[in-house]
Nanobody, 115 residues
Framework: EVQLVESGGGLVQPGGSLRLSCAGS????????MYWVRQAPGKGLELVSG????????VYSDNAMGRFTISRDNARNTLYLQLNSLKTEDTAMYYC????????RGQGTQVTVSS
């Protein structure tokens, strides 16, 4: 059974940083491209970032470019998302997923950016 468990969210002030983690199990993590998606209150799922299986190719949404960094540790079956220069509009539930549409995503981790 595929399991994805996100962690690392929290309440942070504008301009602050957080590091999200996603632990994967039940599949060959090192062979799978991985993605972060998010859902803000009252809005649909939005692709934030993606990374290939080897970790040497990444993609970002326009909103994430230059502020967020995706990475992975295949030895630990873990995906990361470093969030810097956070804005109030980054407030959302963040999920990791094996596809860019968020299919089979985990339970999510809440990021709240507020002063």
């Amino acid at each position: 059974e595929v399991q994805l468990v996100e962690s690392g969210g929290g309440l942070v002030q504008p301009g602050g940083s957080l590091r999200l983690s996603c632990a994967g199990s039940g599949f060959t993590f090192s062979s799978s491209p991985m993605y972060w998606v998010r859902q803000a209150p009252g809005k649909g799922l939005e692709l934030v970032s993606g990374i290939n299986s080897g970790g040497d190719y990444t993609v970002y949404s326009d909103n994430a470019m230059g502020r967020f960094t995706i990475s992975r540790d295949n030895a630990r079956n873990t995906l990361y998302l470093q969030l810097n220069s956070l804005k109030t509009e980054d407030t959302a539930m963040y999920y990791c997923s094996k596809d860019r549409h968020g299919t089979g995503r985990g339970q999510g981790t809440q990021v709240t950016v507020s002063s």
